[in-house]
């Protein structure tokens, strides 16, 4: 297979074909190859050596300018690329290395720029690159370039230089750039309309149809076609001769002034003998009403000088027409009357105007520093001298404005306005509290994170600096000329007394308004906390100085913990008193006891110890012991020391903490120690050992009644001046203090605070002081400041607001409103001024005795003015004072109360002026003359009834017979009544449910809700009411008795916050000894609905519950372990003569809660450390007697740290009893080794997480503490008491506090509602009203969301939409001719719609249209009539323009380019007769610019075949069939004759490639010469889809070959047509294909049942061995289910094994 080219078309667009015969073309491309290889072996050969030039260095030189000189390198090269010696290149061509150059200087900037040219026009690539071939096919537009000329030139006189000196500063512009050439756009036109009637009615006529222009010819396109086509037609041979000819007439010639007036008066007087005299009046009072007369005549006489009306004369030609075209004798149309040749007319004269008066002063008369503010505008204006009448041309605008700034020194800089601000308020927490918060009810004492807002209003910021330059511009003015005034003023000195500016509008300030609430804290209190109350001390004198009677107090005290808010007085009461007797103030205190030294010098025996003692204070101070010399000194203790048979005691326990705090006539404190027998004695001469009783002693303790006194104080009373303060002490604060930005609480004088203190017995109440000491009572006078009285600061009033229009359309006065306010800058405090009650102040506007506005009047028509008899007395028929003429009137400017105003006036401000001429017809003899129509009589009935109204033949018209003609006169007119009945009836959506404006209510949970404005609750939605009339024309909602609404109300849900319960009380703390947690919680109640407060986070798992989470501490020494005494001993092996032995102790053992006066009270052991848990049962030996006596063993020593075996701890004992002879003591000592983690321990701390921010019980959110726990761990991990590692001194770095902060919840905080908006349209049914609001503050936190209803609407009434509107063009008419110059007329109408553009608009009563300006679709000019040409019978004529033609884009849609919008309109020829067609004129058409054209596509369309042809069209993108504007390359054939030769045989077409196919369903079968030989039906393989009902394959034929499957008429799904057979009659490659497939398939499906059968025959094998010869068989069926057989004969084998296998067997059976 070859490739070749071959040249299609004359386009020259090159194809590629396939052809066998290549062998030619690939021997002349192996020719010319080998050639051009030769020959450039030939030019190798001759040169391998050439020049290089390297590129020009730096130009050099002394002197800037042309005298420099630069140079190159210049070497020679091989062609492979290296350097070789000069010698072997050819010295003839060697480039210069050296050149003149121009030395470029800095300053050469200023002298040089590059000069940019015209961009060229746009030239194709292809054209540049391929040599002038374009594209044949051009798709949206053409590449192309387009290019420029640059050069540097002199700036002076742009004289060229060397572009290298403008290289120097700035590269060189680009000389080229892309540009796009759009296709040519061939002119497309419509299709035709229907054929005309045919132009005679008898004879040979012609039917014309007609097309317009769409799309004009552009860019080189295609001239548009002929857009009429003729017919002939005959609709019947003619009766009678056809008419030949046709008064024609011609058009009125301009308009001229007859003969001057006052010449035909002179003739006339001249003719008629001279002037008449008229006599005169002499009755004063008849003069007087003549004068009158005249003046009002005179008024009524167009004398103004704005109009220059002058009545002449026009004529016109009447000619007589043949049906060819040509003009033939007036006499052969003499049988029809003449029209009228002369008529009156009015002179045109144009519009004069005077010459522009000086520009008016600008509207900005100050000076803004902001560059980008806009400009003032100044107007000048003209005044008309002459209005324009007739055909004059009219006045241009009589005003125009420009821009400008204010000229001129002393011009005063423009007010400048900003934001200002009033002091926040006081800082509010309840608008954080959510809606279930209990506090609500109760908010005393609130505090942390809160609200506080303020007001935001706009002021004038330079007013003072305005007012201080006015002032002194106005003392420079009053000034004299001889006095010197200062040059510059002295600003800098100014001094403004700073006073509260007065608000203006809020629209005069720009930029962000400052924020209107912010977020503040309230300083939590913090409460006062104390120790537990210590022990009562002793009893002692209230005084020690003076010790008088016998009457005392003990005193317990308590300390604070943390300093509360306001000092130690806001703590309760911190020293409580008994009273009692025989007080002390100093006492001895027992230090020990030394050690028991026995009798007489005796080794055992009884004995004395003496005790240690310190002289001691009540407050348990030590002191000189000479101050307890009153009191007796404790004497010697008796003891024992025990022989050795005597029995032996244990030492006295401690004494057991006071079982009561106080004491009465039936509660005792009590006290108790015990002591236990550590051994008995041994018979006779040893000391008995003590009953039981004796073991334990009892002693009275807080012995004191329990009567208990204390102060008691009251709060703080308020600040008051102290009247024993003098003057001097007074502080005055400053004066700006008060300002609005200050907080105004700086102390102005000192004060004093008194509070009640009083003795109060607990449980009882208030006693007489003297029950309580006088030492710890508290003061009741404290000094204090006074903060300053801050008085109420306003701003002034603001300026009255502008009082809106106070008239209506119709001019009638409406009375409106004017307010002004001011704003609270500041609120008194402390005392201070109150404010005004009165912010707001309001009147009413001044009223105008009448509405400024104007009208047009227009006076009494003047007498009707005829063309002169002179000039139309030539005409036949013409009468001398009768005919046809025109009449004027004057036209005068007046106010709406009818005081006279310039004109200048109701040009800018009234309607329309009124016309000053009209026609008019002064009555011949023989016309008829009748009456003006009377009114309309009453109406019976609406709607039913009729009226009438009638005329009268006047004179001589009552006796003429056609006059009496009622047809011709009608008399009479009769009118259906008006009928008033009116339908109301609903229209459009229902608006947004609104609330009312202005409520300030509480929701209705009690909650104020957002911005203290009604947000929920009742309210009403709105549609609107249409009203028509009988006729269905809109009439205004008033007549059918409605406001314009239905309104319902409607309910706009509240906001419902996240509900949850109250917190739970606080676990116990997790851990008894340490750090642990302790948990609350909250349980969800209600989820949140209608934008309520959102939920916090919820646990995870349990998704309706919150825990809080905090760390905290036990104290290890809260709970302790309390033993009781030992047992007595139970000795297991009983020596009855010396009772001792090997025995056991037991002693009960409990935990209790430790208090600071002791262990009180038992708890659950679990709560106690069971590691410290003492022993219960002890087991030893009971010495006998004489056997050594030791005491308990003490505790063991701590172990040195850190811990090791070599270190070791001991403990020890001492010997009570001393042993007999040759007995001894056991070892007083014991040690044992120190192991980690068993006997030593090291010890670190621990520092928990941070706990989550506690805020205080009153604070909603805001400053809060976070805190974390220091735990002291042992090595074993064990929590232990704090003491063990303060012990050991061990470091403490950590901060154990640390400030946080609570986001606050804070509620989206919206605008107020905007006012209505003005009607989004004027007119109709689809009139909407906004009003908005927008976010001042988003939520925060938890706070409720923003709504998202930002906006609302509600209709607007329903308003008629009334318009002017033309009605269409009348037929040309001409009087009284068949053909010729003529008028056609149309009305101004006032139509009625309902502004929705669909339906038809209605026809109503112009009255309605009467507030509206005269215009129709925005234009003014009102045309009413115009000239037209009704062409003669057989005339070939123009027709009238076509409408223009939509707005089409000249675009290329691919390419994104659009070249501009047009539209067209076009006017085509009409023919008559069809030997007339030659003298046609040519069609014409038009073409302007627009905006926001489409962008349309055309393509290709075709029918179905029909036979053997179809029809093929073009059509545009949005359905419109056109002719022209589709791609002239491969249209769709129409017919199948476009195949040499044809194909004609059955079932054939030919393709768009010239080949003759077959049809769809049909096979080709071909002769042995390549052709066509017949069409064979092949079956239809028909795939259902989805859609198809049927499953079923048939065969069925082919519809159309051409169409796809998708528009094939009955097809739903895809079809695939098999055909076996090519072109060539020879099977197709795919057959073979298959054929091929399906033999691999057999294949493939015969191995497969071979594997299985294999498969199935080796299974049945393996599993008749597995089966131990019990006879059963498997095989695996379909669906692998196992098919069992059980052979009979075989079961006897394996009886146990045959028995399972049965088994199994058996349910396999049954399954199976």
């Not at 002692?540 to 308590?558: D, H, I, M, P, S």
């Not at 009855?1136 to 006066?1157: A, F, P, S």
């Not at 112009?1406 to 000019?1421: F, I, P, S, Y």
């Not at 039906?1577 to 989805?1586: R, S």
């Amino acid at each position: 297979m070859g490739l070749g080219w071959r040249w299609r078309g004359a386009g020259g667009t090159p194809s590629i074909r396939t052809g066998g015969s290549t062998f030619l073309w690939v021997t002349v491309l192996l020719f010319c190859g080998t050639w051009r290889a030769n020959t450039q072996m030939v030019e190798d050969t001759k040169s391998v050596y050439f020049w290089e030039t390297g590129p020009w260095g730096r130009c050099m030189g002394s002197d800037c300018g042309p005298g420099g000189s630069q140079s190159r390198a210049v070497w020679c090269a091989h062609v492979d690329g290296w350097t070789t010696l000069h010698t072997n290149c050819d010295q003839s061509q060697r480039p210069s290395n050296q050149q003149n150059c121009f030395r470029v200087c800095d300053w050469h900037k200023d002298l040089y720029d590059w000069k940019l040219g015209a961009w060229n026009q746009c030239v194709s690539v292809s054209t540049r690159t391929f040599g002038g071939m374009r594209p044949y096919v051009c798709n949206g537009g053409e590449e192309g370039i387009q290019t420029r000329e640059v050069g540097c030139v002199l700036k002076s006189d742009e004289s060229l230089g060397d572009d290298t000196i403008c290289e120097y500063f700035e590269p060189k512009p680009r000389l080229e750039q892309a540009c796009l050439i759009p296709c040519p756009q061939d002119c497309v036109v419509s299709e035709f309309t229907p054929w005309t009637s045919c132009s005679k009615t008898c004879g040979t006529g012609l039917k014309n149809r007609v097309r317009s222009v769409l799309v004009p010819p552009l860019f080189g396109g295609s001239a548009c076609p002929n857009l009429t086509e003729f017919h002939t037609c005959k609709p019947g041979p003619c009766k009678g001769p056809e008419g030949v000819y046709s008064l024609r007439v011609g058009s009125w010639m301009p308009c001229s002034l007859p003969i001057s007036r006052p010449v035909r008066q002179a003739k006339h007087r001249k003719g008629k003998g001279g002037a008449r005299e008229r006599p005169g009046v002499k009755d004063p009072d008849t003069r007087e009403l003549i004068q009158k007369k005249r003046t009002r005549n005179r008024l009524n006489r167009q004398e103004s000088p704005f109009w220059d009306i002058q009545v002449g004369y026009q004529s016109r030609t009447v000619s007589c027409a043949h049906r060819n075209g040509s003009t033939v004798g007036l006499s052969l149309c003499l049988p029809w009357d003449l029209p009228l040749t002369v008529q009156s007319c009015i002179l045109a004269k144009d519009c004069k105007l005077s010459e522009w008066a000086d520009w008016g002063p600008c509207s900005k008369a100050c000076l803004d520093p902001d560059p980008e503010s806009p400009r003032g505008q100044r107007s000048r204006t003209r005044r008309v001298h002459q209005f324009s009448v007739g055909e004059g041309e009219d006045c241009p605008p009589l005003e125009e404005t420009e821009p400008c700034d204010p000229q001129g020194d002393g011009v005063l800089p423009c007010a400048t306005y900003t934001w200002r601000t009033t002091e926040w308020s006081d800082c509010r927490v309840d608008s954080l509290l959510s809606q279930q918060d209990r506090r609500r009810s109760n908010q005393t004492g609130l505090c942390g994170g809160g609200l506080q807002n303020r007001e935001v209003y706009c002021v004038q910021a330079n007013a003072e600096l305005l007012t201080y330059l006015n002032n002194l511009k106005d003392k420079d003015e009053g000034q004299t000329s001889n006095q010197q005034k200062p040059s510059v003023p002295p600003l800098l000195s100014i001094s403004f007394e700073v006073t509260a500016s007065r608000p203006v509008d809020s629209k005069l300030c720009g930029g962000p308004v400052p924020n209107t609430s912010q977020l503040c804290h309230i300083l939590c209190p913090i409460e006062c906390e104390v120790s537990p109350w210590g022990a009562w001390g002793p009893c002692t004198y209230e005084n020690c100085a003076v010790q008088e009677g016998k009457k005392g107090f003990k005193l317990r005290k308590r300390e604070i913990s943390n300093e509360p808010t306001g000092g130690p007085g806001n703590c309760p009461h911190l020293v409580e008193a008994v009273p009692c007797d025989e007080p002390s103030c100093w006492d001895w205190r027992l230090v020990r006891l030394d050690e028991c030294i026995p009798d007489g010098e005796l080794p055992c025996g009884p004995g004395t110890q003496i005790p240690q003692v310190q002289c001691v204070n009540s407050t348990g101070d030590m002191v000189d012991k000479e101050l307890c010399g009153g009191a007796s000194t404790p004497e010697p203790i008796a003891c024992d020391v025990p022989c050795p048979k005597n029995c032996v005691l244990s030492d006295w326990t401690s004494w057991s903490s006071c079982s009561q705090t106080c004491s009465s006539k039936t509660i005792e404190g009590k006290q108790l120690r015990t002591r236990s027998i550590l051994a008995y004695n041994a018979g006779e001469g040893g000391g008995v050992c003590p009953n039981s009783s004796s073991l334990q002693e009892v002693r009275n303790c807080n012995e004191h009644a329990c009567t208990v006194y204390h102060w008691q104080t009251g709060p703080w009373g308020p600040c008051t001046e102290d009247p024993s303060s003098s003057a001097l002490n007074t502080t005055t604060g400053p004066r700006s203090a008060a300002g609005p930005n200050s907080s105004g609480q700086g102390p102005c004088s000192r004060g004093m605070q008194t509070r009640k203190v009083i003795c109060v017995r607990v449980n009882v109440g208030q006693v007489p002081p003297k029950k309580c000491p006088e030492s710890p009572r508290p003061g009741t006078v404290r000094p204090c400041r006074m903060p300053c009285k801050r008085d109420c600061i306003v701003t002034p009033f603001s300026d009255w607001s502008q009082c809106s229009p106070t008239c209506d359309a119709a001019g009638n006065i409406q009375k409106t409103k004017q307010s002004r306010n001011r704003v609270i800058l500041q609120l008194p405090a402390n005392g201070g001024q109150d404010c005004p009650e009165v912010l707001e102040e309001e009147k009413d506007c001044e009223a105008p005795k009448v509405c400024p506005g104007y009208r047009w009047k227009s006076h009494k028509w003047r007498r009707c003015q005829l063309v002169p008899w002179n000039i139309r007395e030539d005409s036949p028929g013409a009468q001398e004072t009768c005919g046809p003429g025109l009449q004027t009137r004057a036209v005068s400017c007046r106010q709406l109360d009818g005081v006279q105003a310039d004109i200048g006036e109701c040009l800018k401000f009234a309607n329309t002026m009124p016309s000053i001429t009209q026609r008019c017809q002064l009555p011949c003899q023989d016309d008829c003359q009748l009456t003006n129509w009377s009114k309309f009589s009453s109406c019976t009935a609406d709607c039913v009834g009729v009226r009438t109204r009638k005329r009268l033949l006047v004179g001589r018209s009552k006796k003429k017979d056609k006059c009496k003609n009622t047809q011709m006169y009608p008399l009479s007119e009769t009118q259906y009544c008006p009928c008033d009945k009116y339908n109301a009836q609903p229209v459009g959506n229902w608006s947004d449910c609104i609330l009312a404006v202005g409520d300030r209510v509480e929701s209705l949970l009690g909650m104020k809700v957002q911005g203290n404005i009604k947000e929920c609750g009742q309210g009403y939605r709105y549609q609107a009411m249409v009203c028509y009339d009988q006729d269905n024309r809109l009439v205004e909602t008033s007549r059918c008795n409605s406001h314009g609404y239905i309104e319902e109300a409607c309910i706009i849900p509240c906001p419902s916050d996240c509900k949850l319960s109250e917190w739970s009380n606080w676990s116990r703390c997790s851990k008894s000894c340490g750090s642990g947690v302790k948990v609350r919680s909250k349980w969800l109640r209600e989820k949140p609905y209608n934008g309520g407060r959102p939920c916090p986070k919820l646990d995870h798992i349990n998704q309706a519950q919150v825990y809080e989470v905090v760390p905290c501490i036990s104290d290890c020494s809260q709970y302790v372990w309390v033993a009781e005494p030992w047992s007595v001993w139970k000795v297991s092996n009983l020596d009855l003569k010396e009772n001792c032995g090997e025995g056991v102790q037991t002693r009960k053992v409990r935990c209790m809660l430790n208090t600071i006066d002791g262990p009180s009270e038992s708890v659950e052991d679990y709560l106690c450390d069971p590691e410290d848990m003492p022993l219960g049962t002890r087991g030893s030996r009971l010495p006998c007697p004489e056997d050594c006596v030791l005491s308990d063993w003490s505790s063991w020593n701590r172990c040195s740290l850190p811990c090791s075996y070599n270190n070791s701890r001991k403990r020890t004992a001492y010997a009570i009893r001393s042993p007999g002879e040759g007995r001894q003591c056991p070892d007083t000592t014991e040690k044992e080794p120190c192991s980690l983690n068993l006997n030593c321990f090291h010890y670190f701390y621990n520092i928990t997480d941070w706990s989550t921010c506690q805020l205080s019980a009153n604070a909603v959110c805001g400053n809060g503490i976070k805190t974390r726990m220091l735990d002291c761990v042992r090595s074993d991990g064990k929590s232990v008491d704090l003491k063990f590692c303060k012990e050991l001194s061990l470091e403490r770095k950590w901060q154990m506090n640390i400030s946080c902060v609570v986001e606050c919840p804070v509620n989206c905080q919206l605008s107020d509602w905007s006012a209505w908006s003005e009607c989004s349209h004027t007119c109709g049914l689809d009139g909407r009203m906004w009003r908005s609001r927008g976010v001042v503050q988003g939520s925060q936190g938890d706070g409720r969301p923003c709504p998202s209803q930002l906006e609302q609407w509600k209709p607007c009434p329903v308003r008629p939409c009334y318009r002017w509107q033309y009605s269409p063009w009348s037929e040309c008419r001409v009087e009284e001719v068949v053909c010729g110059a003529g008028l056609r007329y149309r009305n101004l109408t006032c139509f009625v719609s309902d502004g929705s553009g669909e339906g038809e608009a209605s026809m109503v009563e112009e009255e309605l249209c009467g507030g509206l300006e005269l215009a129709v679709n925005r234009d003014k000019l009102i045309i009413l009539k115009e000239t037209c040409v009704l062409p003669c019978p057989g005339e070939c004529y123009l027709m009238e323009w076509s409408d223009w033609s939509p707005c089409l884009s000249v675009c290329a849609k691919g390419a994104g380019v659009d070249f501009g919008s047009v539209q067209v309109r076009s006017r085509a020829v009409m023919a008559q007769e069809p030997e007339n067609v030659q003298l046609c004129p040519d069609q014409d058409w038009e073409s302007r610019p627009c905006t926001d054209g489409e962008c349309f596509e055309y393509k290709w369309m075709s029918s179905t075949w029909s036979g053997s042809s179809r029809v093929t069209w073009c059509q545009r993108s949005d359905g419109l069939n056109v002719t022209g504007g589709c791609p002239h390359i491969n249209p769709p054939g129409d017919d199948n004759n476009s195949c040499d030769p044809p194909c004609q045989l059955p079932m054939s077409f030919c393709t768009e490639a010239g080949v003759c196919m077959c049809e769809e369903g049909y096979t080709e079968v071909m002769s042995s010469s390549g052709q066509l030989d017949h069409c064979t039906p092949i079956p239809i393989l028909e795939i259902p889809t989805a859609g198809d009902k049927k499953t079923d394959v048939k065969t069925s034929r082919a519809i159309n070959p051409t169409l796809p499957a998708t528009i094939q008429p009955g097809r739903t799904g895809r079809t695939w047509y098999l055909q076996p057979f090519g072109p060539d009659g020879k099977l197709k490659m795919w057959v073979y294909g298959v054929t091929a497939g399906a033999l691999v398939l057999l294949m493939f499906i015969v191995s497969m049942i071979y594997l299985a059968c294999s498969y199935s025959v080796l299974r049945r094998r393996l599993q008749a061995t597995e089966s131990n010869a019990n006879g059963t068989v498997v095989w695996m069926g379909q669906n692998a289910h196992e098919l069992t057989y059980t052979c009979p004969d075989c079961q006897e084998l394996g009886q146990s094994s045959s028995q399972s296998s049965g088994q199994s067997s058996g349910q396999s059976s049954q399954s199976s």
